[in-house]
Nanobody
């Protein structure tokens, strides 16, 4: 499966963005997906994980009040709605996928087989 992330850009603090992760090659049925982010000089950070079948979701505790994941089955696309953005949200955001990850492993970047190219989100103060 190929993943294409998009929707990043420059936004002022307090603003919103919606990122998209469009999948091609095969349907996402049966896949587990996630958003990660990587700020300059830092490691890759888990944002949210999602089981395509059933919609089970796991958020990073620090982000769950501001970020929301959703999907469009017809478009084979995953979305990340980000609200009340802060300068510390500045990062490259990546989507990732793998067939059937158990819930407890959704936050581990090492288990994912497929990665999008990343989309840069810059939040100005």
């Amino acid at each position: 499966v190929q993943l294409q992330a998009s929707g990043g850009g420059l936004v002022q603090a307090g603003g919103s963005l919606r990122l998209s992760c469009a999948a091609s090659g095969q349907p996402l049925s049966g896949y587990s997906l996630a958003w990660f982010r990587q700020a300059p000089g830092k490691g890759r950070e888990f944002v949210v994980g999602f089981q395509w079948n059933g919609g089970t979701t796991k958020y990073a505790d620090s982000l769950k009040d501001r970020f929301t994941i959703s999907r469009d089955i017809t478009k084979n696309t995953l979305y990340l709605q980000m609200n009340s953005l802060k300068p510390e949200d500045t990062a490259v955001y990546y989507c990732a996928a793998r067939s059937r990850i158990i819930f407890s492993m959704l936050g581990d970047p090492s288990v994912y087989d497929y990665w999008g190219q990343g989309t840069l989100v810059t939040v100005s103060s």
